[in-house]
């Protein structure tokens, strides 16, 4: 127990130093005070600045297919939290938790937590 | 003859080796504190809030038909800041000096650049201003001055950019005036954007630094252009009236649209007076509340 409360605090250290790297107003890109869900597969995982992008394919109720760009940290940030450029590969199934895009055109999200059933492996957290 | 020749080589010398009187040193690596107006350094602001911000009626038209989105778009994602973006983003600062190689004086100061921003050359060198017709970019054009030990840089031949995260604008025929003040290892930073096109008055923002032992890079990473969300060809935008977020302010915070809107008025403490009446203090503060 006090050894993940360690992990936890270190974590929050370590987070305070990262760089911010914001180029755009996330206020002004997302609802910040809603949430939704996605179940879908990964077309592509940008890891990159000045933010990462995760593309995910998913059905709508009509079987069409949507893309999704689900906005992350920079590619420094996520390193940190330990998530690398192949962390995550085409074809992998994942359910991700993000602030929907105020443009329901973009198809887009920023971001809370992401979870692959397959393995186990998750991430959680925040980023500028 | 001889030694006056000779005492006047030496004094000229010494002269060309000394600082002008009252310059101080800028160099080094300077922490940007984000708790100062945190939510516009860091996360950045509400769509249609301009509040502060001297718009004239077409400032206010061309902040209002843009779209966050549009940011997104390929070829706008690594499309640099305009000098501003120092103001407006959340950055921290590295300053070197650049040595005039024959007389080691000061030709230039530099501001590294950012992922996102180009890096800034003080000219410090008397070197003329290029013509009004020379091309204009990001970048700009800057020469600086010493008033005392405050270093005041001006920045013209711009492109245009935004003054805030949300789609305030500043024209091509803008001008910043940056003001360096260094008080032992706090250095502040106050600029004012003159902008004839788009403002009545000067919008003036500050931010301070603490000198800082852990490098800042004296360039950003680069930029990778990827999909976010916006398919090439598509530019997003809100035509006249149909921008949907000019009462985003008063649903989240109860400030009057009048005051979200901006203009000169909204800049001064006796606005506050005039709109008392109209502010409702929401029953609970949902986001960014300032804990």
Request: with cysteine; charged share 20%; proline share 7%.
């Amino acid at each position: 127990m006090k050894s993940k409360l360690f992990v936890l605090v270190l974590a929050g250290v370590t987070m305070l130093g990262v760089r911010a790297y914001a180029h755009h107003s996330f206020a002004s890109t997302y609802l910040e005070d809603q949430q939704m869900t996605i179940e879908a597969n990964v077309l592509q995982f940008l890891y990159r600045n000045p933010h990462s992008f995760l593309q995910l394919e998913s059905k709508d109720d009509k079987g069409k297919s949507i893309t999704w760009a689900v906005e992350w940290g920079a590619g420094a940030q996520l390193g940190s939290s330990g998530v690398q450029r192949d962390t995550l590969r085409p074809g992998d199934h994942v359910i991700v938790l993000g602030q929907p895009g105020r443009n329901p055109e973009d198809h887009r999200l920023r971001m809370i937590n992401i979870k692959r059933p397959s393995d186990g492996w998750s991430w959680k957290g925040t980023f500028d | 003859m001889t030694r006056n020749t000779i005492s006047a080589g030496v004094v000229l010398l010494l002269s060309m080796s000394l600082p002008a009187l009252a310059e101080i040193d800028l160099s080094g690596s300077w922490a940007s504190i984000n708790h100062e107006d945190s939510l516009e350094r860091g996360g950045g602001p509400y769509p249609a809030d301009w509040a502060g911000i001297p718009f004239n009626e077409y400032g206010r038209a061309k902040a209002l038909s843009f779209s966050q989105s549009i940011i997104s778009m390929p070829e706008r994602i690594c499309w640099f800041q305009t000098q501003w973006h120092i103001a407006a983003g959340p950055f921290s600062l590295r300053m070197w000096a650049v040595p005039d190689p024959l007389t080691g004086k000061v030709q230039a100061w530099m501001i590294g650049a950012w992922e996102t921003r180009a890096p800034m050359i003080i000219w410090m060198d008397g070197r003329p201003r290029p013509s009004k017709n020379a091309p204009h970019d990001q970048t700009g054009f800057t020469t600086g001055v010493w008033n005392g030990n405050e270093l005041i840089a001006t920045t013209t031949h711009l492109k245009t950019g935004y003054i805030r995260r949300n789609g305030a604008p500043s024209s091509d025929q803008a001008t910043i005036t940056t003001h360096f003040l260094r008080h032992g290892n706090m250095l502040t930073l106050a600029l004012l954007m003159d902008d004839p096109v788009y403002l009545t008055e000067p919008y003036v923002l500050t931010r301070s630094y603490n000198l800082s032992t852990n490098p800042v890079a004296i360039g950003g990473p680069p930029c990778i252009v990827g999909d976010e969300g916006v398919e090439s060809g598509r530019v997003p935008h809100y035509l006249p009236g149909k921008n949907p977020y000019t009462d985003e302010m008063t649903k989240l915070f109860g400030i009057p649209e009048e005051a979200a809107m901006g203009g000169a008025q909204t800049m001064y403490p006796e606005f506050r007076d005039k709109i008392k009446d109209k502010f409702k203090l929401p029953a609970k503060c949902k986001l960014n509340c300032g804990n």
